[in-house]
């Protein structure tokens, strides 16, 4: 069964400086890799997803996440976060064939000025 | 153009209580979910169906019944309303996994039940 694990419950971090969102997954089979925002009584937006080939993959607002098969690692990267970056962001595991998205328990990212 | 349409948005009751939330999605999708966020943010799968016939049933108590009458429609009832029942819903749809065209969920902006 697959699992996610999002080690940091929270992150504070100062506008305009860089920001890693760390995701660690298991699962005994090839995966497909997550990661949605959720901002403020919103639902949940789509950031950016892996499902094969290149293994740094780009999505909106800037953010970027590498897939790390040996270290089963789908960290989210953003260079310079902004105020309105304030979210919480899950990361989520699916296997391929499979309907059902696992995840992880969240990281509320806060953007201080 | 809403994508993927959940009401009512909150939805305060008391204890004892039926009721159902609604979801409707236009995205062409042919399977839809819903999800359960407790107050720690935690999200968990409930049910899912698949061209109206159900695919995933997660232990969920009895109390809560999904019906889909279509592919665009999925509501969900809850029976005997309790205090642990308070939580977001979260509906959300997706298409068919054809190998490496996965898109994920589309969700839904939630309904907040209150079990008062």
């Known amino acids: 069964a697959q699992s996610v694990t999002q080690l940091d419950s929270q992150v504070p971090v100062f506008e305009e400086a860089p920001v890693e969102l760390r995701c660690n997954y298991s699962s005994s089979v090839s995966v497909y890799l997550f990661w949605y925002v959720q901002y403020p009584n919103q639902g949940l937006q789509l950031l950016l997803k892996y499902l094969s080939g290149s293994t740094l993959v780009k999505g909106i607002n800037g953010f970027e996440a590498e897939f790390n098969k040996s270290q089963t690692s789908f960290h989210l990267r953003k260079p310079s976060v902004h105020i309105s970056d304030t979210a919480e962001y899950f990361c989520a595991v699916s296997k391929p064939g499979s309907y059902k998205l696992i995840f992880g328990s969240g990281t509320r990212l806060l953007v201080r000025p | 153009d809403t994508a993927v349409s959940q009401t009512p948005k909150y939805l305060v009751t008391q204890m004892g209580n039926d009721k159902s939330i609604k979801c409707e999605q236009n995205l062409g999708h042919d399977t839809m979910y819903w999800y359960k966020q407790d107050s720690k943010k935690f999200l968990k799968i409930m049910f899912s169906y698949n061209n109206k016939e159900l695919i995933i049933n997660e232990t969920v108590p009895n109390r809560f019944s999904p019906k889909s009458p279509d592919k665009a429609h999925l509501n969900l009832h809850i029976n005997s309303l309790e205090l642990g029942d308070s939580a977001v819903y979260f509906c959300?749809?997706?298409?068919?996994?054809?190998?490496?065209?996965?898109?994920?969920?589309?969700f839904g902006s939630g309904t907040r039940l209150t079990v008062v």
């Open positions: 959300a749809s997706s298409h068919s996994d054809r190998v490496g065209m996965w898109n994920g969920y589309t």
